[in-house]
């Protein structure tokens, strides 16, 4: 969906995380990707949401590791179904 201020996307965290690294794994074999303002602007959402959660971004381990682990998400539960007899 666009509007008057640009083009607008919804993702959740998980796939913005996934974007992110595939974008860094193939960031060497493509020099438009050197400053370009989606991915700038990509990794400094990534960073504040990671400051959110309490991470050291300085940390290349710890930054590392956000990156890669699932966002946690609200477990589906099947309900218990009564049988009749």
């Not at 949401?49 to 991470?55: M, N």
């Given at each position: 969906?666009?509007?008057?201020?640009?083009?607008?996307?919804?993702?959740?965290?998980?796939?913005?995380?996934?974007?992110y690294r595939v974008l860094l794994e193939h960031?060497d074999e493509y020099p438009d990707l050197v400053?370009?303002?989606?991915?700038?602007?990509?990794?400094?959402?990534?960073?504040?949401?990671?400051?959110?959660?309490?991470?050291?971004?300085?940390?290349?381990?710890?930054?590392?590791?956000?990156?890669?682990?699932?966002?946690?998400?609200?477990?589906?539960?099947?309900?218990?179904?009564?049988?009749?007899?």
């Amino acid at each position: 969906m666009t509007d008057a201020m640009g083009p607008s996307l919804e993702a959740s965290l998980e796939d913005l995380k996934a974007v992110y690294r595939v974008l860094l794994e193939h960031y060497d074999e493509y020099p438009d990707l050197v400053g370009n303002p989606f991915l700038e602007s990509l990794r400094e959402l990534l960073e504040e949401q990671a400051l959110a959660e309490g991470v050291d971004i300085e940390d290349n381990r710890e930054w590392t590791r956000w990156l890669h682990e699932p966002v946690d998400e609200i477990p589906i539960v099947p309900q218990r179904r009564e049988l009749l007899n």
